[in-house]
């Protein structure tokens, strides 16, 4: 079956720690997406991806990196830069071009310890 | 810049009775439209989305939308409401240039009373 799977489903973060949210997509897409989902805030967009080895950052890139090296996958890391990292979030993957639907992964819980 | 306000950040409904869920959207050039919907602790999963077709889009579950460009809206309705429509409801709206960037509105929490 075609989709997207993110893991781990749950993450916990110790203060000062580094960690790497995975996506992973076999729909053959080539817009790749992070999004950060917070109560009452809706969805807000972190880093996209268009095509391989190439990726912008979103509204709230500060605090986070990704890297484009398959066209597959698209993992995220939080850093310690980032310093309220609970949240969860979601990846999603499109057909490039207008109005094309974006698709998206179960999400990542991301707490801290 | 894009934006989306969703009216109403909680709606109780009854079983059986009439949805309707808003969503005003601002954009400087023709924008696509999509609502999605989340149910608990999973991802997003799309209802209907709006494309410069039909200005009425019929979408999964029952649901429907209507696009008004006077109003600049795109409210979700549906005629009767069940048990497992229950969910969180998500307005995004999108430029029809450049990269396909989805700007969320704040969602709307869907409860349906027995």
């Known amino acids: 079956d075609g989709g997207i799977t993110q893991s781990p489903k749950y993450l916990f973060r110790k203060e000062g720690q580094n960690v790497t949210l995975s996506c992973e997509q076999n729909?053959?897409?080539?817009?790749m997406y992070w999004y950060r989902q917070d109560p009452g805030q809706g969805l807000r967009l972190i880093y996209y991806?268009?095509?391989?080895?190439?990726?912008q950052k979103g509204d709230i890139a500060e605090g986070y990196s990704v890297s484009r090296e398959k066209k597959e996958s698209f993992p995220l890391t939080v850093t310690s830069a980032q310093k309220n990292p609970t949240a969860f979030y979601l990846c999603?993957?499109?057909?490039?071009?207008?109005?094309?639907?974006?698709?998206f992964g179960p999400g990542t819980r991301l707490l801290v310890l | 810049a894009q934006s989306v306000t969703q009216l109403g950040s909680h709606v109780s409904v009854s079983e059986g009775a009439l949805v309707l869920l808003r969503c005003n959207y601002s954009?400087?050039?023709?924008?696509?439209l999509f609502w999605y919907v989340q149910y608990p602790n999973q991802g997003l999963q799309l209802l209907l989305k709006?494309?410069?077709?039909?200005?009425l889009v019929k979408g999964i579950n029952g649901f429907e939308a209507e696009f008004k460009k006077s109003e600049t809206s795109f409210h979700l309705t549906k005629p009767s409401a069940h048990m497992r429509d229950a969910a969180e409801y998500f307005c995004?709206?999108?430029?029809?240039?450049?990269?396909?960037?989805?700007?969320f509105g704040q969602g709307t929490r869907l409860t349906i009373n027995p």
């Open positions: 991806s268009q095509i391989v080895n190439d990726f």
């Open positions: 995004a709206v999108s430029k029809n240039q450049g990269a396909q960037k989805l700007v």
């Open positions: 729909l053959n897409h080539d817009a």
């Open positions: 954009s400087s050039v023709p924008p696509y």
């Open positions: 709006y494309t410069s077709a039909a200005t």
């Open positions: 999603a993957s499109a057909l490039t071009g207008g109005g094309k639907t974006q698709y």
